[in-house]
């Protein structure tokens, strides 16, 4: 019999209600497991166990009591270090926050526990959440638990990393470029960026976000099986009057035509043999489901949106962005930041202006292919997960890697959904795809995403080692 630390979401929820195991028992579960393996992943970097266990023992006098416990009720789940959780430092990886105590909570932290999870800890980011690779210079760095010689993703590398090796049973990330997508991906994990709006999320210690930010940022959950991720949108996605971007749209929508465009080298990518085998396979099992999916040479514009997409979040204070990564000496985020150095230049009023105008023309291109084919599969990356810290090994190397990440990167300019969905591993390294739907159209990715998961086999929690 399984450990209840190793049970899914929706298993630990539905034990729990049904008294098999109390909410305690889960939160201890939990916590041995963290202290067992995250002295090597380092992927929680913040816990604080009497005060896990009291939202454990509040969640047991709640069913004692005959209340309802909601969705997530007395489930252990980590949140990122770079939202609002009130009495803990918002630190986003860096030393110039160490000490950027929250007031109050960050609506997916107050979301989260309104569906009665159990907070277990936060989680390792990147400094300023800007690579895909975890490592900091305050919290230090996060491993891969699949494979300790892999990045771990990021910049929701600390959530991938615990989610994947079993500590909590779900985990919050951010993404504005692949920061979902990229973690669940390298530890082969499921990973969900939501629409932009699906989400609320407001950080009330730090200061109001650019537009660049407002407009292609967003939270999502990370877990080892769908139905998980599922159960954490439904979570993440309640009414928050905080959030200006925030849209009351229902999770299920209109019924669709089981129809996917398979696109193995969007725009050109030099995707690798592995990462095509694991869409032919999805495709596959897709199409003995009864889905019919074309394989398409061309689709609407991805490069053109991953490059306007860097421009603008690169503009929108970038001056300032790099002259906090300056003060904080961060090589990695130092990279980053002068690698895109171009897509800042020449950035005036009117280039942002025609951003925003060609990103509404984008918008619709996007929507319209989706019409007709309502699921689209690409890779997450076009290469398998990056050996740890490879864009800090020269030019060329920190270019192969922005290069393969593409389809991460253009994603959040037109506000699309995107799901990596985890296919096991291709020469030891994990291997999935990325589901691509129209926005609010989330259950479309997780229908498809099920009949993927179904197919194969059921994601294992990682045994890491040093």
């Known amino acids: 019999m399984a450990e209840i630390w190793q049970l899914s979401a929706s298993e630990v929820a539905d034990g729990i209600r049904r008294k098999a195991f109390s909410a305690l028992e889960a939160a201890q579960a939990a916590l041995a497991r ?14 604080r166990p009497e005060a896990v266990l009291a939202q454990a023992r509040e969640c047991d006098a709640r069913l ?53 999870a159990v ?28 494979d300790p010689a892999l990045t771990p993703g990021g910049s929701s590398g600390g959530a991938a990393s615990a989610v994947a090796a079993g500590i909590g049973h779900l985990a919050h990330g951010t993404d504005i470029a692949g ?9 082969g994990v499921h990973g969900l960026r939501p ?25 999502g959950p990370l877990a080892r099986r769908i139905a998980d991720v599922r159960l954490g949108l439904e979570a993440l996605a309640a009414p928050d009057p905080r959030d200006p971007w925030y849209a009351p749209v229902p999770l299920l929508g209109a019924p669709w035509a089981r129809r996917a465009a398979l696109w193995l080298r969007p725009d050109g990518l030099e995707t690798v043999p592995q990462v095509q085998a694991a869409l032919l396979d999805a495709a596959a099992r897709l199409r003995d489901a009864g889905w019919q999916v074309d394989e398409i040479d061309a689709g609407p514009p991805l490069r053109e949106a ?24 961060d090589a990695g985020a130092l990279t980053a930041l002068r690698g895109q150095a171009e897509a800042f230049r020449g950035m005036d009023l009117a280039s942002y202006q025609s951003t925003l105008t060609r990103r509404a023309t984008l918008v619709r291109e996007w929507h319209v292919f989706l019409e007709r084919y309502p699921l689209m599969l690409t890779p997450v990356s076009a290469e398998l997960p990056f050996p740890d810290g490879l864009d800090m090994q020269g030019e060329a190397a920190y270019r192969r890697v922005w ?44 229908d498809a995403g099920q009949v993927i998961e179904a197919a194969g086999s059921p994601v294992s929690v990682a045994q890491p080692r040093a």
């Open 179 to 187: 920061s979902i997508r990229y973690p669940a991906y390298a530890c």
């Open 195 to 219: 629409s932009l709006g699906r989400v609320a999320a407001f950080n009330a210690a730090l200061p109001e976000r650019g537009l660049g930010g407002q407009i292609t940022a967003v939270s």
């Open 403 to 446: 290069e393969a990440q593409l389809t991460q990167v253009g994603l959040p300019f037109m506000g699309l959904p995107g799901l990596a969905v985890a296919m096991g591993e291709a020469e030891g390294a994990p291997v999935g795809v990325q589901l691509i739907a129209a926005r609010y159209r989330e259950d479309i990715l997780l």
């Open 34 to 47: 963290l202290e067992s393996v995250n002295p090597v992943l380092n992927a929680v970097v913040d816990c």
């Open 119 to 146: 907070i277990l800890g936060r989680t390792n980011t990147p400094a300023f959440s800007l690579r895909w690779f975890t490592d900091n210079q305050l919290h230090g760095a996060t491993r891969n638990p699949r």
């Open 306 to 329: 991953a490059g306007l997409q860097l421009r603008m979040w690169m503009a929108d204070g970038y001056d300032a962005m790099l002259a906090a990564a300056e003060r904080e000496g």
């Open 64 to 116: 004692a009591r005959g209340e309802a416990l909601g969705v997530l009720g007395g489930v252990p789940v980590t949140v990122k270090v770079n939202v609002d959780q009130a009495g803990f430092a918002t630190t986003n990886g860096v030393r110039l926050q160490k000490d950027l105590i929250a007031q109050c909570n960050n609506p997916v932290v107050d979301n989260l526990q309104r569906a009665g």
